[in-house]
């Protein structure tokens, strides 16, 4: 359309400047009449973007004045585009709406966050939950959540998980914190009441706890007994069901030592006391002699590769090496090899358990940490397995800062490798030094 009406308006100056020529020669001033035509013309334009110039400076209200030919096109053009821009803003205006209605009837805190970590926009439940306040705008975050872990949350830029830190307006209850970014460098910051779910996390924590503490009496007594009946005149008969009574009189002792320890882990937070010095090396000569004692225990080779130990739980350290080496045994056979290794680089610390054992299909890798997953349910009960040691060895990683890494190829091995931050490293000429957090 914007083709041919500026196509045509030149057809029609064209038309009226030969017109102008021809009449002009009739009365015999041809050059005078043709000047006169173009001083009109050029009068006319000028007319015509004057009052485009007003119209537009106006506010462009309605159709604009009434033109023809060329003009008349533009005005329409230009009406047109303004009646759709108002369309969509009045369309974003709805979403706009409709995202605050949203925000303000949430009730988690939601918080727009700035490159810089400055407050740009929170809901009303931000209020409540965190005691914001409107002329908090352009304020800090870490002025309102100021918690060690939230900082280093904010920090480290890794918003996979949520962190659970105490509520800054009510020291009683808890908040989970989760960041989602979008945009460019923009976050959101969500943060929950997450006090009721802590609570029945606990209640169900403390009853485990209580259950496994309770059946530990009744345990012992039973072994009591039956180590009792093993070494004395039982008749013959007997011999079998009472070691095979021994032996899961030990296999639900070991369960339930577990369970406990799992309820302390999650329980507990790793406090001052327990950021003691631990000599790696040493524990793991311990653990592997240990190991080496076992019946069926393939060749085990301890590769100490550097001398330096650890600030942390030497108890906590313990159970999760020996769950991890005590696997290796339990699932790699007598003719294979069982590699332990400590090195250390820059980095960290890394101990890596390496077998040529039966290894775990991929589809299974990621669920061996959780608690009583079993690739082999049977395999693992024959092998006096409780399903728990890897949910330790988790456990414990995750409260010294380390991160647990599992490769494996089925039929040839596998690899567990535990990968300590460098912070936690300490020269064994050095342990005195104070780990600090
Ligand atoms: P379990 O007491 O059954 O060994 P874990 O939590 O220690 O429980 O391990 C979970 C599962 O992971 C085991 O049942 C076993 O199937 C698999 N697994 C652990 N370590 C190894 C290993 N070194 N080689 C092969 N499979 C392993």
Partial sequence: ???????????RAGGLLLLSFLLGSLIGYPYESTLLFLIVF???QFYQSFR?????RDGSKGAGPTSSGIWGDIYYHLYRRRKQDKKRKKRLAGFLNQFKKLTEALPDAAIVLSVDNDIEWFNKAAERVLGLKRNDRGEHVVNFLRHPDFSAYLYNQDYSSQITIPSPVDGGRELGIRIVSYGAGQRLLLAQDVSELKQLEKMRNDFVANVSHELKTPLTVL???????ESGDSPKEFEKPIKRMGEQVVRMRSLVDDLLLIARLESEKLNDGSHEFVNIPSLLG???TA???LDGCPELVLELHSDSGLYGDAKELESAFSNLIMNAVRYTPVDGKITVRWSESEQGGCLAVEDSGEGIAARHIPFLTKRFYRVDRGRSREQGGTGLGLSIVKYVLSRHQAELKIESTPGKGSRFSCHFPQQRMVEVDNKVVTFLS
């Fill in 1 to 11: 359309m914007h083709q041919s009406s500026s196509s045509r308006e030149i057809y």
């Fill in 42 to 44: 050029l009068g006319f």
């Fill in 52 to 56: 485009l110039e007003r119209w537009l």
């Fill in 223 to 229: 072994r009591g007994y039956l180590e009792l009946m």
């Fill in 286 to 288: 311990g653990i592997c």
């Fill in 291 to 293: 190991a080496k004692r």
